[in-house]
C-alpha cells in the first residue's frame, strides 16, 4: 500500500483544512481580489512614514513649515473620506476606488517633485484628498459582497493584510531611503496605480440597484447624521483613534525624554506589528461570533490598560510591555469593529456611512500629534494616564450603545 493511500497520512491534512476554513474559506472571489490589491497598495507605503524626514532633509524645510505641510494633507484626507463616500454611493464603488487610487499614484509623484513651500503644500493637499479616497469604496465593496455573518471575518483579513504589507513596507523603506527619496515616490504611486487598475479588471460593480420608486433612497450625509446610533459609534471610535494613534506620534518624543532613541523606538514599536501579524490571524474568527459591542469594550480597555502602563515606563522592555498590552486591544476591537458600521448602514447609504467612519480615522491621525504633545508638554504621566481615562471613556460608551447596535444587527442579518 503507497503511502497516499495509508489513513495515518490523511488527517494532518485534514488538520489542516479545518484550521484554515473558519478563517480564509468561504469568501468570494472578488473578496480575495480586494485583499490581493490592499496587500499589494500597502506594501509600497513607503512616502508616509518618511514624509517628514523627506520634508525637512531633502526639501530643506523647517520643522515648523513641514507640520504645515503634513497639517493640510491630514485636513485633505477628512474631506476625501466624505467625497469617496459619495462617490461610492453615486457612481459606485469600482470606478471610485479606481479613480482614487490611480489619482493618488500621481498625486504622490506631484509631491514628490514639487518645489517650495507653495508647491509642496499644495501637492500635498491634492494627495491628502484622494489619499483615503478609496476607503469608503472598499468597506462598501466588502458590505456588499459578504454576508452579515461573515464580515467581521472579512473585514480583519483585510486589516491582517494592511498590517503585513505596513510591516514590509517600513523595512524596505527605510532601506531605499537611503537611496534616494524619489524611489518611495516611485514606489507608491505605481503600487497604487496597480492596486486601481487591478479592481477595474477583476472586480464587478457591487454597487446595489435603487428602486426607482425609492424616492428616499437618494438620501445623503443628512441622514447619517441623523442616526444617532452610527454618531455616537463614529465620536467613540475617534476617542479611540486619538489615543491608540499616540504609539506613532508622541511616544517617540516620551522614549526620547528617557534617553531612547529612533532605534530603540523601532524596536518596541516591532512587536506591535509583530502581534498583528501573528495572533490576529488566529483569533479574529472566534471574536467575530461573539457580541460586537463587549469584542470592542474588551479592547479598548486593553488599550486603556496598555497606555496606563506606560506612564511609569522608563526602560525599552517596560515601553515594550505596554505595547503588547495595547497591541492585543488593538487586534481584539478590530476584529468587528468596521463589521458595525456595515451592518448600521442602509444599502444605498453605505458608501456614505464608510466615509462618515473614516472620519473618526482621519480626524485621529489629525488630533492624536496636536492633543498628544500639549499633554505630553505637562509631562509624561499625564499624557498616558489620559490616554487610559479616555480609553476607558469610550469601553464604557461602547457598552451603553450596545443594546442600540445589536437591535440594528439584528435587522441586518
Not at 181 to 198: E, N, P, Q, R, Y
Not at 266 to 294: C, E, K
Request: glycine share 12%.
Amino acid at each position: 500500500m503507497s503511502t497516499l493511500d495509508d489513513p495515518a497520512v490523511i488527517p494532518p491534512r485534514g488538520r489542516l483544512s479545518a484550521f484554515m476554513a473558519p478563517r480564509v474559506g468561504g469568501l468570494p472571489r472578488p473578496f480575495w481580489v480586494l485583499w490581493a490589491g490592499t496587500l499589494l497598495n500597502r506594501l509600497g507605503t513607503m512616502v508616509e512614514p518618511f514624509l517628514g524626514l523627506y520634508l525637512t532633509g531633502a526639501r530643506g524645510l523647517s520643522l515648523a513649515q513641514a507640520g504645515i505641510v503634513m497639517a493640510v494633507m491630514g485636513a485633505g484626507s477628512l474631506v476625501g473620506q466624505l467625497v469617496g463616500g459619495v462617490l461610492a454611493d453615486r457612481i459606485g464603488r469600482r470606478a471610485t476606488l479606481t479613480f482614487a487610487t490611480v489619482a493618488t499614484g500621481a498625486a504622490m509623484l506631484a509631491v514628490g517633485y514639487a518645489q517650495g513651500i507653495v508647491a509642496i503644500t499644495a501637492a500635498a493637499l491634492l494627495l491628502g484628498l484622494v489619499l483615503d479616497m478609496y476607503r469608503p469604496a472598499s468597506q462598501a465593496l466588502v458590505a456588499d459582497l459578504v454576508s452579515p455573518a461573515e464580515r467581521p471575518r472579512a473585514f480583519g483579513l483585510l486589516f491582517w493584510g494592511i498590517n503585513l504589507g505596513w510591516a514590509v513596507a517600513m523595512v524596505l523603506g527605510g532601506t531605499l531611503a537611503e537611496q534616494g527619496f524619489m524611489w518611495l515616490f516611485w514606489i507608491d504611486a505605481v503600487t497604487c496605480a496597480a492596486f486601481g487598475v487591478l479592481v477595474w479588471r477583476a472586480i464587478p460593480e457591487t454597487r446595489p440597484a435603487r428602486d426607482p420608486g425609492a424616492g428616499r433612497e437618494r438620501g445623503g450625509f443628512t441622514d447619517v447624521l441623523r442616526d444617532r446610533v452610527m454618531v455616537a459609534y463614529v465620536l467613540l471610535t475617534l476617542v479611540y483613534t486619538f489615543v491608540l494613534m499616540q504609539g506613532m506620534t508622541t511616544m517617540p518624543l516620551a522614549m526620547k525624554e528617557n534617553g531612547l532613541g529612533p532605534q530603540a523606538y523601532g524596536l518596541a514599536f516591532a512587536a506591535n506589528g509583530v502581534l498583528i501579524v501573528t495572533v490576529q490571524p488566529l483569533v479574529s474568527a472566534w471574536l467575530s461570533r461573539l457580541d460586537h459591542s463587549r469584542v470592542m469594550s474588551t479592547g479598548f480597555v486593553l488599550v486603556a490598560l496598555g497606555y496606563g502602563l506606560t506612564a511609569p515606563a522608563t526602560a525599552l522592555w517596560a515601553y515594550t510591555a505596554a505595547i503588547v498590552v495595547w497591541t492585543l486591544g488593538e487586534i481584539i476591537a478590530a476584529a468587528v469593529i468596521q463589521a458595525v458600521v456595515a451592518d448600521l448602514a442602509p444599502l444605498h447609504l453605505r458608501g456614505r456611512y464608510s466615509g462618515m467612519y473614516g472620519i473618526a480615522w482621519s480626524g485621529g491621525f489629525l488630533l492624536a500629534p496636536l492633543g498628544g504633545t500639549q499633554l505630553l508638554r505637562l509631562g509624561a504621566p499625564v499624557l498616558w494616564l489620559s490616554c487610559a481615562a479616555l480609553g476607558l471613556a469610550a469601553a464604557a460608551g461602547q457598552m451603553a450603545l450596545g443594546p442600540a447596535i445589536r437591535r440594528r444587527r439584528a435587522l441586518a442579518t
